[in-house]
């Protein structure tokens, strides 16, 4: 190994004075904000929680790490932006994040992290999934009267020979097609699947265990399932209608739904002739789809511009009015897709390339557990603030992002953070009211 304090040479000059430049300043981090997490994680009990329900089939005898210390230590590890286990490989020296999960040795290496990935298994990926639901339930002090669940499913493209990889024509890649499952901003289901198969596949089940468990924990619950047009399938509103849910779902446009709009296109059409300006209004019609047993509500948001006629779709069981229900309900749903950008860009939930299937989905729920602690810091110490609607990777930047020296006893572990931190009052903020009740 080379020597630290061996100066680095070629560096210019400052106001005429020599520049001496080396990696012996001792032990600092560049990830202060650790400090925060760790307290978000802590209040939540989500790691310990998420580690007392896998199985751990290694000989007690032998374990140097345990499943808790590697769990935090990915998770925490994709809170701060390391999204690679070969980033592990440096993080395992770090003091402050050796700190953080209680330990005073070098962490788990980049093999040994693989190693718990890749003996994951779909029962793993059941109980991690409970544990999330678990806590988004934890999270409220009273019973919800309304809860509005949206489903969606997005492409993460692989670029391996990984198990059950298969090529997608819509998206034109090889990919899997992982389905979402939020309510507001917290993420309840993050469920890996194959591309091969329909974008609705496996939502029915998902939303029939989500309001088993949901209605377990408060049983006069108002639960409204909203979605694009690829989750209108005739047995999940079949569904819905018989389990008392409520559903706000788009309904792809054809012939026939264009056909009962004509005259109110043919209206919009000479308004706008009259008055260039682009027309918008919003009907409402039974229809009945071929594979529907019966009619139903649909709503149509009808407009007409520069670019001609531009119809959109919903089909719903609600009663409400229908411009409310089109442009304060189902355009909620947008919200859910920068959710989704969220997870997938700030949080690397598309860093499927283990060659396992499960534990692909295995990484996809430890990006997961990073956004909930990050989702969780934004609404329990952040609101009120600038930063509570800021993106993980932009919250990363600008409060986790701090220079850190750390000084270790047998007595006491002592964190300096930069004294020239932008927002100190903030971080301040938000660890005062992590520590309250």
């Given at each position: 190994m080379s020597d630290c304090k061996a100066k680095l040479h070629g560096f210019s000059p400052l106001k005429g004075r020599k520049l001496d430049v080396n990696f012996g300043g001792g032990e600092?981090?560049?990830?202060?904000?650790?400090?925060?997490?760790?307290?978000?994680?802590?209040?939540?009990?989500?790691?310990?929680?998420?580690?007392?329900?896998?199985?751990?089939?290694?000989?007690?005898?032998?374990?140097?790490?345990?499943?808790?210390?590697?769990?935090?230590?990915?998770?925490?590890?994709?809170?701060?932006?390391?999204?690679?286990?070969?980033?592990?490989?440096?993080?395992?020296?770090?003091?402050?994040?050796?700190?953080?999960?209680?330990?005073?040795?070098?962490?788990?290496s980049a093999p040994t992290l693989c190693r718990l990935e890749n003996r994951a298994s779909r029962q793993a990926a059941i109980a991690l999934h409970g544990q999330l639901v678990d806590t988004f339930i934890a999270s409220f002090t009273r019973a919800p009267e309304e809860l509005i669940l949206d489903f969606d499913a997005t492409d993460?493209?692989?670029?391996?020979?990984?198990?059950?990889?298969?090529?997608h024509g819509?998206?034109?890649?090889?990919?899997?097609?992982?389905?979402?499952?939020?309510?507001?901003?917290?993420?309840?289901?993050?469920?890996?699947?194959?591309?091969?198969?329909?974008?609705?596949?496996?939502?029915?089940?998902?939303?029939?265990l989500l309001v088993k468990?949901?209605?377990?924990?408060?049983?006069?619950?108002?639960?409204?399932?909203?979605?694009?047009?690829?989750?209108?399938?005739?047995?999940?509103?079949?569904?819905?209608?018989?389990?008392?849910?409520?559903?706000?779902?788009g309904l792809a446009r054809n012939a026939r739904l264009q056909a009962q709009c004509a005259h109110w296109h043919e209206q919009l059409s000479a308004q706008?002739?009259?008055?260039?300006?682009?027309?918008?209004?919003?009907?409402?019609?039974?229809?009945?789809?071929k594979s529907w047993r019966s009619e139903r509500r649909v709503i149509a948001r009808l407009e007409y511009g520069d670019l001609g006629e531009n119809?959109?779709?919903i089909v719903t069981n609600l009663t409400d009015e229908a411009t409310t229900l089109y442009d304060e309900i189902y355009c909620g749903r947008g919200?859910?897709?920068?959710?989704?950008?969220?997870?997938?860009?700030?949080?690397?939930?598309?860093?499927?390339?283990?060659h396992y299937f499960a534990a692909n989905q295995f990484r996809l729920l430890l990006s997961s557990f990073a956004y909930v602690l990050?989702?969780?810091?934004?609404?329990?110490?952040?609101?009120?603030?600038?930063?509570?609607?800021?993106q993980a990777g932009t919250l990363r930047c600008k409060l986790l992002k701090i220079g850190a020296v750390i000084v270790r006893n047998t007595r006491r572990v002592k964190v300096m953070l930069s004294s020239a931190f932008a927002y100190r009052d903030i971080f301040t903020h938000a660890l005062t009211a992590l520590r309250s009740p």
């Amino acid at each position: 190994m080379s020597d630290c304090k061996a100066k680095l040479h070629g560096f210019s000059p400052l106001k005429g004075r020599k520049l001496d430049v080396n990696f012996g300043g001792g032990e600092v981090s560049s990830d202060g904000g650790l400090l925060l997490v760790r307290e978000v994680d802590r209040r939540l009990r989500l790691t310990e929680r998420a580690a007392a329900v896998l199985t751990d089939p290694r000989n007690p005898d032998l374990i140097v790490h345990t499943q808790l210390n590697m769990l935090r230590q990915r998770v925490y590890a994709i809170a701060q932006g390391y999204e690679d286990l070969n980033d592990h490989d440096s993080l395992r020296g770090d003091t402050l994040l050796q700190s953080m999960l209680d330990r005073d040795e070098a962490l788990a290496s980049a093999p040994t992290l693989c190693r718990l990935e890749n003996r994951a298994s779909r029962q793993a990926a059941i109980a991690l999934h409970g544990q999330l639901v678990d806590t988004f339930i934890a999270s409220f002090t009273r019973a919800p009267e309304e809860l509005i669940l949206d489903f969606d499913a997005t492409d993460d493209p692989v670029h391996g020979k990984q198990e059950h990889r298969f090529f997608h024509g819509y998206y034109d890649s090889y990919c899997f097609l992982p389905l979402y499952v939020f309510c507001g901003e917290q993420l309840l289901v993050s469920y890996l699947r194959p591309s091969k198969i329909d974008g609705a596949k496996h939502a029915w089940a998902v939303l029939g265990l989500l309001v088993k468990r949901l209605r377990r924990a408060w049983p006069k619950v108002k639960i409204i399932l909203r979605a694009d047009s690829g989750f209108c399938r005739h047995r999940m509103l079949d569904w819905c209608d018989h389990h008392g849910v409520g559903y706000c779902v788009g309904l792809a446009r054809n012939a026939r739904l264009q056909a009962q709009c004509a005259h109110w296109h043919e209206q919009l059409s000479a308004q706008y002739q009259n008055t260039p300006v682009k027309q918008r209004a919003i009907f409402e019609f039974r229809y009945a789809a071929k594979s529907w047993r019966s009619e139903r509500r649909v709503i149509a948001r009808l407009e007409y511009g520069d670019l001609g006629e531009n119809p959109r779709f919903i089909v719903t069981n609600l009663t409400d009015e229908a411009t409310t229900l089109y442009d304060e309900i189902y355009c909620g749903r947008g919200e859910a897709e920068n959710r989704i950008k969220e997870a997938q860009l700030g949080l690397f939930a598309d860093r499927t390339s283990c060659h396992y299937f499960a534990a692909n989905q295995f990484r996809l729920l430890l990006s997961s557990f990073a956004y909930v602690l990050m989702e969780r810091l934004r609404t329990l110490a952040l609101c009120g603030t600038d930063f509570a609607r800021m993106q993980a990777g932009t919250l990363r930047c600008k409060l986790l992002k701090i220079g850190a020296v750390i000084v270790r006893n047998t007595r006491r572990v002592k964190v300096m953070l930069s004294s020239a931190f932008a927002y100190r009052d903030i971080f301040t903020h938000a660890l005062t009211a992590l520590r309250s009740p």
